[in-house]
Each structure stands twice: as C-alpha cells, then as structure tokens.
C-alpha cells in the first residue's frame, strides 16, 4: 500500500494554456498523456458511502486498477491509501490489497460492481526538485460523464513523489504568486458520483468529532482545525452561487469554530501560530455576520412583525431595504474572497496546520478536562448572576456559552458518559434561546438603519417587549443547566 499525499488546485483554462512558462517549468521537460477512467461501485454506491473510489484506467495501452481510500481533504491537500497494479479491463482482483479485511470486503461486494461514470481527460507532468523533494505536478484538462452529463475538468495536482509535505505548500505558495489558484477539495471521484446522483449542491454542516485519547493536543488541534476549514470550503460555492442562507450561516459557524478552537488551543500552541491566523480570519468572519444577520432578520424576525402588525405601512420598505442590504452583505463577501490573499491565506494556514509541532508533554484528555471545567465555570458565573445581566453582559454570557458548546463538541469523544447526550442537548437549547434573544437586540439595530430611530417606535416597543419575555423565559432554561452534573467529571 501507497501513502498519496496530494495539493489540488483550481485554475482557469487561460492560466492552464501559459503555466509551462512559468521559470519553475519551462526549463524542465513534460510529459503528455491521455488517461480514460473508468469508476466502479454497486448500485447502492456502498464504496462511495464507505469513502473508497474503484478504478480501471487506461494509460498508453496499459490498464491500472486503482483502489484509494482517502481522509475528508483540507486546504486542498488530500493524504490517501492508495492500491494499485496492471489489470485487464473489467476482471477484479484485489490480491495487491494488503489490507485483509478491506480485500475481503471488496471481494465481497464484488458481483456487484459496475460502472458509475468516467473522466476523460489529458494530463501534462512536470518532475520538480525542490527544496528537499521530488513534486510531481500534472495539469489535468478534460471532462467527467454520467449518464450524458459532463462537468470539466481544469486543475493542478501537485503529488509529493518523495520529500517533505512542507514543500508542497511552498511550491504552491510560488506558483500563486504569478497564478490565481484556488485550493479543491473534491476529488475527480467525488465530482463523478455528485454528477452520478445529479445532485445539486447543498449547505455543508459539520462531521463529528474523531479525536481519541492517543493524540496529543497538538494532533488534536490539527485534525480540530482541518475539520473546520473543510466545513468552510465545502460551503464555498455555495457562497459564491446561491441565494439559500444556509450557506452563509454554515460558512460563519465554521470560522467561528475555527477561531474558537485556536483560542481553546493557545495554551499548546506556538505563540507566533497564535498571533499570525488568531485573527486572519476576523474581515471574513465579521462579512458573513453581517450578512447573517440580515438573513435573520428577513426570514425570521420580518415574518414574527408582520404576523404582529399586518396592516403596518412600514412592513414594506422594511421588507426591500431588507433585501438591499442583505445583497450588499453577500457582495462583501464576494469581495473578500475574491481577493488574491484568499486563496493564498487557505494555503498558508493549511501548511501551517501541518507543520505544528507538539510543545507539550500533557496527555490530551487532562487538556480536555482542564478546559473543559475552564469554560463550564465562566459560563456558571455569568449564569448565576443572570437576573443582574445588562444586556452586554447577557451578549458576553452567550458567547461563553457558545465556546463551552463548540469545546465540548470538539472532545466529546473523550467523555464516554451516559449524560453527555443530555448535557449537550441542554446546551444546544440555551444557545437557541440565547440566540434568539440576540437576534431581536440585533433587530431593533436594524429597524433603526432602515427607517431611523425616530420612525420605529411602535416596532422597537414591539421587540423590546419579546426581548424581556425571552430572557424572562431563559432563567428557567438556565437554572435547569446550573442543576446539571458535568458529564467529564466522574462515570
């Protein structure tokens, strides 16, 4: 078995056309070929469902089969066991697969198998010496089919032949430099099968937790802070080409999360990580809260008004300058990830990801522990002194609630404890609660942008009286919490 350790990158068909001259290739002699795969699964899809891709390629006149198996990419970079060897089209035979029980699988569902879609494409390649490694780069040009639809195919892979991943990234960061490339996490395969399933895109949420009590916390971290940037670039096109709100609340819960985790972290980091991408991410982040915000207040806070004053004259303008702002919001955001820093900031924070070093001795489920309590008992205080709260303090009590949520999901595999489900699902509800009690702060806002704070007396009187209703309401939500055993302490 093969370790793939690949970058894959978008690029547009002009930059494709002019990316031997760059001074890193045009010294170096290519070589050109056509590759014709072919995928495989059952009709169920059960390999795709299990993240394996089963291939004959056809190479020259030699055919590969092909089996990977690949962890969720990240920044773009995908690290894949990999089995291949010569084979005739069509005849399944997994005996190169060293893996026992992964053979005997494919063995197993091997009667099955037959052909889903196909990539079609040319590949050119360059062998690159740099710094201490080979890098195989191979622009790939071409088209993926299912059932008479095609998507094109117009990216660079860039595989580490031998070397060091660090160099990957610095070759990249070069070629950014003169290119605009983008970070691509979805695999060849994973676009056949979207186009296999004629799938539209959807909102992306975020996978559970896979840490375990092996990994340091800096491993942690690392798989913490990979998991967050996947769950925002899987939103990414979404952001791009949608309307649908979802997209951009799924885009800022993921840098929220990310953010969080590098706070949460900061005691096992190196302080120069901390200080470069603790706050990278704060012009992004506070583009898609704004934007949030107006989603929220259109689809949600609009229609509770409009059900409380039918006949108000106001509903409509409130309604348009609504949309006005809310499409300026979406604009910014478009803005910023257009800029030429944004693809580079992907890569760099990934390699930087990756070339963290563990600074600490302490075991991973002590770290959990430790922060755990750490945060639970700053969320406690606020709580016990709730009926005292100005509304600041009530939006600082929240923002300790959403970290102590978002901590104990991210270790939430080092608390085997019955109570867990419970606790999480009580915390679940007090952030909706303490969400919705933001958002009609965040409403009378922006009832006073669109129609000024001398014309919105009768709505801001409205929200002000749902607002001391909610957080009249959450003091039981809150002294139920504050009755509940910490799941991480005790069996």
């Known amino acids: 078995m093969a370790i793939e350790i690949e970058l894959k990158l978008q690029l547009c068909s002009k930059t494709a056309k002019v990316l031997h001259e760059h001074p890193l290739l045009h010294k170096i002699e290519s070589q050109k070929i056509r590759l014709l795969n072919t995928y495989f699964d059952t009709p169920a899809l059960d390999l795709h469902a299990r993240r394996v891709a089963m291939r004959f390629r056809k190479k ?37 697969v060293d893996d026992p029980k992964f053979r005997d699988y494919l063995e197993s569902v091997t009667p099955q198998l037959h052909p889903v879609f196909t990539t079609n494409f040319r590949r050119q390649i360059w062998h690159i010496p740099f710094g201490e490694s080979l890098i195989e780069l191979a622009l790939d040009r071409g088209k993926v089919e299912s059932k008479g639809k095609s998507m094109p195919i117009c990216e660079i892979e860039l595989e580490l032949i031998s070397g060091h991943i660090g160099d990957i990234f610095a070759l990249t960061k070069i070629l950014q430099k003169s290119y605009k490339l983008y970070p691509e996490i979805a695999s060849k395969a994973e676009r056949g099968y979207s186009l296999h399933r004629g799938q539209p895109i959807a909102p992306f949420r975020s996978r559970p937790s896979v840490l375990s009590e092996e990994l340091s916390p800096v491993e942690a971290f690392q798989k913490i802070a990979l998991s967050c940037l996947e769950h925002f670039q899987r939103n990414e096109e979404g952001l791009r080409s949608s309307n649908d709100p979802e997209y951009v609340h799924q885009a800022r819960v993921a840098l929220r999360r990310l953010r969080s985790a590098i706070k949460l972290y900061t005691p096992v980091l190196p302080q120069d990580f901390v200080q470069a991408y603790g706050e990278t991410w704060k012009a992004l982040a506070s583009a898609l809260g704004d934007a949030r915000n107006w989603d929220v207040f259109l689809d949600e806070t609009l229609p509770s008004i409009r059900s409380a004053f039918p006949r108000t004259s106001e509903l409509s303008r409130l309604k348009q300058e609504g949309i006005r702002h809310a499409r300026r919001s979406r604009k910014a955001i478009s803005n910023v990830m257009a800029l030429s820093e944004y693809p580079r900031l992907m890569i760099e924070f990934t390699a930087a990801v990756f070339a963290l070093n563990e600074a600490s001795n302490l075991p991973l489920i002590e770290f959990a522990s430790d922060q755990l309590s750490r945060h639970a008992g700053k969320a406690r205080k606020w709580a016990m002194r709730y009926e005292d709260l100005q509304p600041a303090e009530r939006h600082k009590m929240r923002i300790y609630f959403k970290k102590l949520r978002y901590t104990l999901e991210f270790f939430s595999p080092l608390v085997p404890n019955k109570r867990l489900p419970s606790y999480l699902a009580m915390l679940n509800r007090l952030q909706d609660e303490l969400g919705l009690i933001n958002d009609h702060i965040t409403a009378q806002t922006l009832v006073k942008v669109i129609l000024g704070k001398h014309h919105a007396g009768l709505l801001d009187g409205w929200l002000e009286g749902r607002h001391k209703l ?8 809150l002294e139920s919490w504050l009755g509940q055993q910490e799941p991480w302490k005790g069996k």
């Open 60 to 96: 020259g006149w030699a055919w590969l089969l092909t089996v990977k198996s690949a962890e969720p990419a990240s920044g773009g970079l995908a690290m894949r066991n990999e089995w291949e060897c010569p084979a005739t089209p069509g005849v399944f035979d997994f005996s190169h």
């Open 470 to 477: 909610l957080t009249e309401q959450l003091a039981d939500s």
